[in-house]
């Protein structure tokens, strides 16, 4: 396995951060460093329209330029609904929802290690729809003995 490099760290910051802020939906890392000889880390997110696809990719261009980022090459056919953006140790993926789901990365990478977002953000972990918050597992508690 290779080392972690710290520069390629800071890419995947960075655009995530971007990417963020540009509210890109199901914002995922993968570090692919173990399983990949030319990447290692993988982004993937998911764009709301294709409107949105675009500002996301021009976001990342605009981001990645002003810290004068290699851009190594891009895929940006719109009619594709997945645009590619290939900063040599970091690749990003833009997605539409229906497109990521079709391609399913995240299966054709099960063996990779997630990367947590909300943790290089500086963020909490945002609470799924799963999980409810201890306030309402006692209301329905409480309910329950009420029966």
């Avoid at 290779?2 to 910051?13: C, G, I, Q, Y």
């Avoid at 399983?35 to 709301?48: E, M, P, V």
């Avoid at 953006?85 to 229906?98: K, N, P, S, T, Y």
Wanted: charged share 30%.
């Amino acid at each position: 396995m290779k080392l972690k490099n710290p520069a390629a760290l800071e890419t995947v910051k960075l655009c995530c951060g971007l990417l963020d802020g540009k509210k890109a939906d199901d914002l995922t890392v993968l570090d692919v460093s173990g399983q990949s000889s030319i990447t290692d880390y993988l982004i993937l997110a998911t764009a709301t329209s294709g409107p949105h696809l675009r500002a996301l990719r021009v976001e990342l261009e605009k981001g990645l330029d002003a810290v004068n980022t290699y851009l190594v090459g891009m895929e940006t056919s719109d009619e594709s609904g997945w645009m590619v953006i290939d900063a040599f140790d970091v690749m990003i993926h833009l997605f539409l929802a229906e497109t990521r789901e079709r391609y399913g990365l995240e299966r054709l990478w099960q063996d990779a290690s997630e990367v947590s977002v909300d943790k290089m953000l500086g963020r909490q972990k945002t609470r799924t729809a799963k999980s409810k918050p201890k306030a309402a597992k006692a209301t329905l508690s409480r309910a329950a003995k009420t029966r």
